[in-house]
């Protein structure tokens, strides 16, 4: 298994600053992903972040509002720019591990909140 | 990708089981089902996976009928502390290099005292 921490664990941001979110995984790993959960809905997929290669986007999310960084096997970072007070839910990274059986691992989230 | 429905929520008092059915008619020959836990506050948690038949694990059961375009998911004897959304996801084959990315809305499960 994995375990996943998530900096920050919750934010208060104002309308218009960005701001960064951190994902620290205890193992290498090639696939991790970001997710958005807004209040009593289901996950949502933003991007796929593969290290060594720019992010994958699903349709509706943009690298310039949603720009992801990868820079090693264990660490992965979500940049939400020019926030609005429609950005505010909960931001979730998980990961699968090469060879396993499709399993996700989650970090505990990050629960924003724009002005 | 293969499209989920589940139950938008269920309720069951303690020391009873609980099944929560998907239905996916349109899973793919080597898609895989999977369950995920999720309690308020916290990111999903893996319950059990199957491709067929019957798969049992320490805290759940998984039955796939022979059409596979359904699936449920048992919980033996629910406590309070099950209460929580389930979710189930179609995809795969492990390894593969494909993943299980899309939630549905999940179920949300409420167990009574």
């Known amino acids: 298994s994995a375990v996943i921490s998530q900096k920050p664990s919750r934010d208060i941001c104002q309308r218009g600053t960005s701001l960064t979110i951190q994902c620290q995984v205890d193992s290498q790993v090639t696939m991790m992903f970001w997710y958005r959960q807004q209040p009593g809905q289901s996950l949502t997929l933003i991007a796929t972040?593969?290290?060594?290669?720019?992010?994958?986007?699903e349709s509706g999310f943009v690298i310039d509002k949603f720009p992801i960084s990868r820079p090693n096997l264990t660490f992965s970072t979500l940049t939400v720019s020019n926030m609005s007070p429609e950005d505010s839910s909960i931001y979730l990274c998980?990961?699968?591990?090469?060879?396993?059986?499709?399993?996700?691992?989650f970090g505990p989230g990050t629960r924003l909140t724009v002005l | 990708l293969a499209k989920t429905t589940q139950p938008i929520s269920m309720d069951s008092y303690e020391g009873q089981e609980v099944n929560i059915t998907c239905s996916h008619n349109?899973?793919?020959?080597?898609?895989?089902i999977t369950w995920y836990q999720q309690f308020p506050s916290q990111g999903p948690r893996f319950i059990i996976q199957g491709y067929k038949t019957k798969v049992t694990n320490e805290v759940a059961s998984l039955f796939i009928p022979a059409d596979r375009k359904s699936s449920t998911l048992s919980l033996p004897r629910v406590s309070l502390s099950d209460t929580a959304v389930y979710y189930c996801?179609?995809?795969?084959?492990?390894?593969?290099?494909?993943?299980?990315?899309?939630f549905g809305k999940g179920t949300k499960l409420s167990v009574i005292p």
């Open positions: 996801l179609v995809g795969g084959p492990p390894g593969a290099g494909s993943y299980q990315l899309t």
């Open positions: 349109n899973i793919a020959t080597n898609d895989y």
């Open positions: 972040a593969n290290q060594g290669s720019e992010a994958t986007y």
């Open positions: 998980s990961v699968e591990q090469t060879g396993g059986n499709n399993e996700q691992f």
